[in-house]
T-cell receptor, first 116, second 118 residues
Framework: GAGVSQSPRYKVAKRGQDVALRCDPI?????LFWYQQALGQGPEFLTY????????KSGLPSDRFFAERPEGSVSTLKIQRTQQEDSAVYLC??????????????FGDGTRLSIL | DQQVKQNSPSLSVQEGRISILNCDYT??????FLWYKKYPAEGPTFLIS?????DKNEDGRFTVFLNKSAKHLSLHIVPSQPGDSAVYFC?????????????????FGGGTRVLVKP
């Protein structure tokens, strides 16, 4: 498709399990972002990739969160030893922006993660 | 510390009338602002943006106004249509210059739920 694709759309896991969330950005988009959206709030920045390089991971809440984009296209957000507070919608966005160019970010539909 | 605030959690407007959504920010380094629209179970959809060098940007029924001195921006939707019923987020960014490249991460407000009544 032409947009950002995320999978799975919904994920239910037991506390303590590891989960992996996938993002397929718009073809040719250099920049890729992960955001976390809690219920009733706006999205919050987690991490940023330019091509395969993770240039900013300042928003990752703990070392249980890990993201990668090994070939500069598809990205995976992994959460180890999940906790109930990890329950949220995880949004991926991509952008043509490089350097100082300003371009809007385009979002996928997100993965709704529920930790039981 | 909420750097971007949308103080109205909800707004109800009659079809055909104007919808005005407001957003305030505290970080004077923000220089690029965007509005996103979100339907339930979907991701945010980009609507319109404005750079800090401008005070107005218009795209069809949507106009964004920026008042830098007041650190305030607003989105006007004219005329409002039932399909505009959604949650609207304002977002702001500044360039955070990293070692290799600049990062354009977005800081979002909490959203305003708009209901357009037929």
């Amino acid at each position: 498709g032409a947009g950002v694709s995320q999978s799975p759309r919904y994920k239910v896991a037991k506390r303590g399990q590891d989960v992996a969330l996938r993002c397929d950005p718009i073809s040719g988009h250099v920049s890729l972002f992960w955001y976390q959206q809690a219920l009733g709030q706006g999205p919050e920045f987690l991490t940023y990739f330019q091509n395969e390089a993770q240039l900013d991971k300042s928003g990752l809440p703990s070392d249980r969160f890990f993201a990668e984009r090994p070939e500069g296209s598809v990205s995976t957000l992994k959460i180890q030893r999940t906790q109930q507070e990890d329950s949220a919608v995880y949004l991926c966005a991509s952008s043509l922006a490089r350097g100082i160019d300003r371009q809007p970010q385009h979002f996928g539909d997100g993965t709704r993660l529920s930790i039981l | 510390d909420q750097q971007v605030k949308q103080n109205s959690p909800s707004l109800s407007v009659q079809e055909g009338r104007i919808s005005i959504l407001n957003c305030d920010y505290t970080n004077s380094m923000f220089d690029y602002f965007l509005w996103y629209k979100k339907y339930p179970a979907e991701g945010p959809t980009f609507l319109i943006s404005i750079s800090s060098i401008k005070d107005k940007n218009e795209d069809g029924r949507f106009t964004v106004f920026l008042n830098k001195s007041a650190k305030h921006l607003s989105l006007h939707i004219v005329p409002s249509q039932p399909g505009d019923s959604a949650v609207y987020f304002c977002a702001a960014s500044t360039w955070v210059r990293m070692i290799k490249a600049a990062v354009n991460k977005l800081t979002f407000g909490g959203g305003t739920r708009v209901l357009v009544k037929p």
